[in-house]
């Protein structure tokens, strides 16, 4: 009978490490340390956060498999760290490793991208023509920004000169991002937020970096040459009810100004404007300052492999799985892990964490002839940041229930210093070893 995982000893396990203590052993269950005999070969799309942990986890329990991880990049991104370096708090190499630092031995890690996927064949060919059968399949490949959906913007006008920020790009694009932000809260002005309509990840983040400019320009004394303007995509600041209250009374207290049910669809650099879409039609407002965050999608080689939803998320591609097992729901040897998933919540990489022992649950127990129970519940966690040295610590599930780690301890819609400290300073080792398999 299928049980759900011990989110709040996993939990623990996850955030212990940040709150100083908690061993990283904490989620682990006894079959974990079983392993298991097989000659199964098993190709994992993607060596990002969950490409690179479940192949660590997969190396340590299979004896015999052969394990192929496939992803071009030579760096590894540490996206969480993306808002610190956009806020001046963190150097873009704070956010840059190599993406072979973090594989395990012994798996083969072809360097290059996938260019098809076949589930009917059980093949992914890569870009140079290299043919790849499995047994199963692991699609891993986080999402793809789709910045040529802004009209008029391109990536090299992020900086200082233009006013244009966008952290989301990568580290560099970070740093950059923050000489703008940097000057415009010298200078003045008024500054536009705000997210797309379609699923992204890190929600929060548009609203972490809202939040954080306001901040430095009142740190600065110029609160009061500024505007803040956060634009919501949907009637709500955030999906979660509850977080969405709290976070617009935040807004309030500090004078940011928000609108609900506008969408970035275009810029013009140099007349600095920006374009929304609008039940009401479009609105064309000025700014001194953007954070651009574009619509983001499955990556084109998966929306093409037959693996995405037909009746959802249509414009988007996430794969069909399902919600608790990760399985795919027409290729039962096909899982998903992290934001390629076609579920209604999970998008961050502290939701990478409680996927990954699904997976490996029912993989590993389907080679060994058994099945597997684990499910998981939706669970996902953004430590809001609201000004530097504070941050509410929200964790939700599927339902939007609240679902604390530390309930009485660190509630979970206060301004806290606590919470801050897990992410501006112990997250990233707790992150480290969650990419080892050990967290």
Known sequence: ????????????????????????????????????????????????????????????????????????????????????????????????????????????????????????????????????????????????????????????????????????????????????????????????FGRPATEMKCAGAPVKICFLAEDIASTKGNRGRCEFVYNAQAQNLFGVPVIHHRVRQIMDERDITYRYQHVLTGIDAGAKTATYRTPDGEVTDRWDFINVVPPQRAPQVVRDSGLAWADRWTDQGWIEVDMQTLRHARYSNVFGIGDINGVPKGKTAASVKFHLPVVEDHLVSEIAGREGTLLYNGYTSCPLITRIGRAMLVEFDYNDNLTPSFPGLVAPLEELWISWLMKEVALKATYNAMLRGRA
């Open 1 to 192: 009978m299928p049980e759900q995982l011990d989110f709040n000893a996993t939990r623990r396990g996850f955030f212990g490490l940040a709150a100083g203590g908690a061993a990283l052993a904490a989620g682990t269950t006894a079959a974990q340390a079983r392993r298991v005999r097989t000659s199964a070969r098993i190709v994992i799309l993607g060596a990002g956060a969950g490409g690179a942990a479940i192949a660590n986890r997969l190396a340590g329990r299979l004896d015999g498999a052969q394990i192929t991880i496939v992803d071009g990049r030579q760096q590894h991104w540490y996206q969480p760290g993306f808002t610190l370096i956009a806020a001046g708090l963190r150097p873009a190499s704070y956010a840059i490793s190599g993406t072979g630092d973090w594989l395990p031995r012994g798996v083969d890690w072809v360097q290059e991208y996938a260019a098809e996927i076949d589930p009917e064949a059980n093949v992914v060919t890569t870009a140079g023509g290299r043919r790849l059968p499995y047994d199963y399949l692991i699609v891993a490949t986080g999402l793809a920004l789709d910045w040529d959906a802004i009209e008029g913007f391109s990536l090299d006008m992020a900086g200082p000169d233009t006013g244009i920020s966008a952290h989301y790009a990568g580290p560099e694009y970070a740093e950059a991002s923050w000489r703008a932000l940097d000057r415009f809260t010298d200078q003045g002005g008024g500054g536009m």
